[in-house]
T-cell receptor
Framework: GAVVSQHPSRVICKSGTSVKIECRSL??????MFWYRQFPKQSLMLMAT?????????EQGVEKDKFLINHASLTLSTLTVTSAHPEDSSFYIC?????????FGQGTRLTVV | AQTVTQSQPEMSVQEAETVTLSCTYD???????LFWYKQPPSRQMILVIR??????QNATENRFSVNFQKAAKSFSLKISDSQLGDTAMYFC???????????????FGKGTKLSVIP
């Protein structure tokens, strides 16, 4: 399958700071990228959907000013968690899709201290 | 809206045996795709198998096969000759069919934790 690279895999940041997570599709052009959050022992919760060159569409309850998503090219999307707080600590996963297949990054474990 | 239900939170199977994971879904769409993803302890999501709704034939990938019952909206995964490396969370997922650019989101079930016992 196609390769999606997500970085960093782990990050620790101080409360009040911002952190950026990158998601790259390495061998295909992703028309759509998705960002998920996964709590321990739970399923993936969709946060937002982004199409290249368009504003992201956020799911209900997700603060768009806190979770900034940029999809500047067909191979790169970024998620920036602004003014992070301990409750933002979680596992974040990106997915890149072209058509009817979706490929996932390795995930990022964010810890806010 | 679509829903995906996995009614078995946890299952276990002896190594080399066969196990079936259940999944049902609800949709009014006629064109859609169904998937099983595996999430091992590394937490990397790995596609196990995919089924197009318009295909009557059940998908098969080596030791993994599905039983797709469209009328019953059921999509179970059978794992034959279970191996220790099959230990993981398994998620059933639904995607609407589409036309044109862009992709629809995956709707996931809550997952089934499978443990393969030596």
């Amino acid at each position: 399958g196609a390769v999606v690279s997500q970085h960093p895999s782990r990050v620790i940041c101080k409360s009040g700071t911002s952190v950026k997570i990158e998601c790259r599709s390495l061998d295909f052009q992703a028309t759509t990228m998705f960002w998920y959050r996964q709590f321990p022992k739970q399923s993936l919760m969709l946060m937002a959907t982004s199409n290249e060159g368009s504003k992201a569409t956020y799911e209900q309850g997700v603060e768009k000013d806190k979770f900034l998503i940029n999809h500047a090219s067909l191979t790169l999307s970024t998620l920036t968690v602004t003014s992070a707080h301990p409750e933002d600590s979680s596992f974040y996963i990106c997915s890149a899709s072209s058509g009817t297949e979706a490929f996932f990054g390795q995930g990022t474990r964010l810890t806010v201290v | 809206a679509q829903t995906v239900t996995q009614s078995q939170p946890e299952m276990s199977v002896q190594e080399a045996e066969t196990v079936t994971l259940s999944c049902t879904y609800d949709t009014s769409e006629s064109n859609y795709y169904l998937f099983w993803y595996k999430q091992p302890p590394s937490r990397q999501m790995i596609l196990v198998i995919r089924q197009e709704a318009y295909k009557q034939q059940n998908a098969t990938e080596n030791r993994f096969s599905v039983n797709f019952q469209k009328a019953a909206k059921s999509f179970s995964l059978k794992i034959s000759d279970s191996q220790l490396g099959d230990t993981a969370m398994y998620f059933c997922a639904f995607m609407k069919g589409h036309s044109g650019a862009g992709s629809y989101q995956l709707t996931f079930g809550k997952g089934t934790k499978l443990s393969v016992i030596p």
